[in-house]
């Protein structure tokens, strides 16, 4: 009998570890399949995008896309300056102040509503509430909030799950050094999850680098930028965010729809595309070395 149940017990094992295996190989082949289809499709993009460069196409004039490369890194940083705090803070009071609730549970319902909506209808309501309720023309800083509707449900998600995952004892080894809640927040457990928080803004940033749908009725498809002209007031300053402001996004957009008003539209609307994906990847890279250097500075390894 004893035998019996050895014999089944091994039986049972052996087969858990042979469908283990299968199960791993099939998710490393999941995995690199998504991996190549993605490095396949960035280096179309970019090779495309060098082939088509011609001599202009980085100037910032009519002919060129400097001014729009320009607005779309000036409205990402509108977008993050905005949805960064609200988010981080919005994500610590749910994971750390807020009551396991009625309330609490229709603020994570809406949370996820609102990560689901379709970038149009964000758009749509950007544009009744920051251009027809003020009375405003469209203008960047109406396309960043926008954008930060569409970013806040990430950076608030990633910053509460985060700050949930962390073992109990930072919070109460902190604490029972005579820390106060909050010290223990922003001294203890806000460095020790930085690294997921970053995930989280590399996100928004990408949202706000992609975005087109949202931007086409709040931030406009004009660009008029005087360089010499540094008057924050005025219409044509590049700093001014209350002018209109047509993104690289949006360029793509508009020389493949209208590509009978530009000769070199095609062109255009590849090197737009190669210079997004540069733009992503390269603030990945910069973030990621950041939460390294943050990471290594917080445990004192400098090697």
Same mark, same amino acid.
């Given at each position: ?22 199960? @791993? =190989? ?9 991996? *190549?289809? !993605?490095? $396949? #499709? %960035? ?28 607005? @779309? =890194? ?9 949805? *960064?705090? !609200?988010? $981080? #803070? %919005? ?29 149009? =209808? ?182």
């Amino acid at each position: 009998m004893i035998a019996d149940q050895r014999t089944t017990m091994q039986k049972r094992v052996h087969n858990a570890q042979r469908m283990n295996r299968i199960m @791993t =190989v099939v998710f490393y082949c999941i995995g690199g399949f998504f991996l *190549v289809l !993605i490095l $396949v #499709l %960035a280096v179309y993009i970019i090779i495309n995008g060098i082939r088509s460069i011609y001599p202009g196409v980085f100037g910032f004039d009519s002919d060129g896309i400097g001014n729009q490369f320009f607005n @779309t =890194v000036y409205l990402v940083f509108w977008s993050l300056l905005i949805s *960064v705090p !609200i988010g $981080v #803070l %919005a994500g610590i009071y749910m994971a750390e102040y807020a009551g396991d609730n009625k309330l609490t549970k229709f603020i994570r319902i809406s949370i996820e509503s609102l990560s689901s909506l379709p970038s149009i =209808v964000v758009g749509l309501f950007g544009y009744l509430v920051f251009i027809l309720y003020t009375g405003a023309k469209w203008n960047l800083m109406a396309g960043a909030l926008a954008v930060s509707i569409l970013s806040l449900p990430s950076i608030t998600t990633t910053t509460e799950d985060a700050m949930r995952s962390l073992p109990k004892s930072y919070k109460a080894g902190s604490m029972a050094l005579g820390a106060t809640h909050w010290t223990t927040i922003h001294k203890v457990l806000l460095p020790a999850c930085l690294p997921r928080i970053i995930t989280g803004v590399i996100l928004a940033a990408g949202r706000g680098f992609g975005e087109a749908a949202a931007l086409l009725y709040t931030s406009g498809q004009s660009t008029r930028l005087n360089w010499s002209n540094w008057n924050i007031t005025s219409k044509t300053c590049p700093l001014n965010p209350f002018r209109p402001g047509e993104t690289l996004a949006l360029h793509i957009w508009v020389m493949r729809t209208e590509g009978s008003l530009n000769a070199h539209s095609e062109e255009i609307a590849n090197v737009c595309a190669m210079i997004l994906v540069i733009c992503v990847l390269l603030f990945s890279l910069a973030a990621r070395m950041i939460t390294k250097h943050v990471t290594r500075k917080q445990t004192g390894d400098n090697a």
